[in-house]
């Protein structure tokens, strides 16, 4: 009884040693399968990778998921071209707009309109004060310096397209390449590399406020020199009158003189009275130098104005006349509140 224990005890035994060998050597014909497919797995299993990097690397869909992403991208970049293209014309527009607006900006000023403006010869003979604000308007260097300040602000538009035509080149030139020294292909967005038409109109509205601000500026100096020409004119008549109403109390008080010595002569006056008028007479001397000098200041500043040589001198002005302000403060103010380019330059700014 017992042997027969033993020999089945040691039949199972062997039966046990011939099962684990048939499986060894079918695990051991697995793990050695010329299975490419097969190896990846066994590698990346004992690896413990991510199963995102094995769907990558193991899915054979991935490759027709990035080309249907691709294909949907190159669409979407195509109907951007086109919007792009839209807006670009738009944007040439718009500078031709403003470039037309800066150069009316001058001769609409709201305080003088222009005419043709006299030579500078012509002025030598007679010089009204519209002639004069005419070749203020065509010379001034102010003016000139401000217009070429707005006058460059239409730049910016140029610079927007140019700026998005840079972008879209350096993105598809580097779209594919690995700056940082590892694989980023799969970690791009495709579409984010084509400029979005709607931030390009965004900049544009920006350039156009841009734009307007200079265009208000320009109008504003242009203003600012225009008060300066009437009242630097005004100045210059008041001195030449100045100097015309000295003179003539000068000549009147030369002719006093000459009588108080005549009627010395036959003592009928004292000498105090000779000396007297000479007092007066060197106090409208001194007056009448001093009255000189404000016209050549004057003349000088009105020159400069005008930017002509500092030597030049103009001829007969216009008379002075009174001028009667017939509206009230009220009104004033209220065409004020609607006239005024600086209260628009700063609503333009806000």
């Known amino acids: 009884m017992k042997s027969l224990v033993i020999a089945k005890t040691t039949k199972l035994l062997l039966l046990s040693i011939i099962c684990f060998v048939l499986l060894s050597a079918c695990s051991q014909n697995k793990s ?14 004992d690896k413990k990778y ?48 403003a470039s037309n607006q800066l150069k009316s900006a001058v001769a609409n000023n709201g305080l003088f309109k222009p005419g043709k403006a006299s030579s500078q010869n012509a002025l030598k003979q007679k010089a009204p004060l519209s002639q004069v604000l005419s070749i203020v308007l065509n010379n001034n260097l102010t003016i000139k310096n401000s217009f070429e300040e707005a006058q460059a602000s239409l730049a910016k538009y140029d610079q927007v397209s140019f700026l998005d035509d840079m972008l879209a080149q350096y993105a598809a030139f580097t779209k594919d390449l690995s700056l940082t020294g590892s694989n980023q292909k799969h970690n791009k967005s495709v579409a984010g590399g084509f400029p979005f038409p709607g ?21 504003q100096t242009t203003q600012d020199v225009i008060t300066q020409t009437h009242q630097t004119y005004y100045k210059l008549q008041f001195s030449k009158q100045e100097i015309s109403l000295i003179q003539q109390e000068i000549e009147l008080l030369n002719a006093l003189k000459e009588e108080i010595k005549n ?14 008028v000479d007092i007066e007479i060197d106090k409208d001397r001194n007056k009448l130098q001093v009255a000189k000098d404000k016209k050549r200041a004057q003349q000088a500043k009105l020159n400069a104005l005008m930017n002509v040589s500092p030597d030049f001198v103009l001829g007969k002005l216009d008379k002075l006349k009174a001028i009667k302000i017939t509206a009230t403060a009220k009104q004033l103010l209220q065409k004020a509140k609607t006239s005024r380019v600086e209260i628009a330059l700063l609503k333009s700014e806000l």
């Open 50 to 97: 991510s199963k995102y990097v094995q769907d990558n690397l193991n899915d054979t869909s991935h490759a027709k998921e990035s080309r249907q992403a691709k294909s949907q991208v190159l669409a979407n970049n195509k109907a951007q071209k086109i919007a792009l293209k839209k807006v670009k014309n738009q944007l040439s527009s718009k500078k031709k707009n």
């Open 199 to 219: 931030l390009t109109s965004l900049k544009a509205s920006i350039i156009d406020q841009a734009v307007e601000s200079s265009r208000l500026k320009l109008k």
């Open 32 to 45: 050695t399968s010329p299975s490419l497919q097969g190896e990846f797995n066994h590698y990346f299993k």
């Open 263 to 276: 009627s010395y002569s036959t003592n009928t006056a004292d000498l105090n009275s000779v000396i007297q």
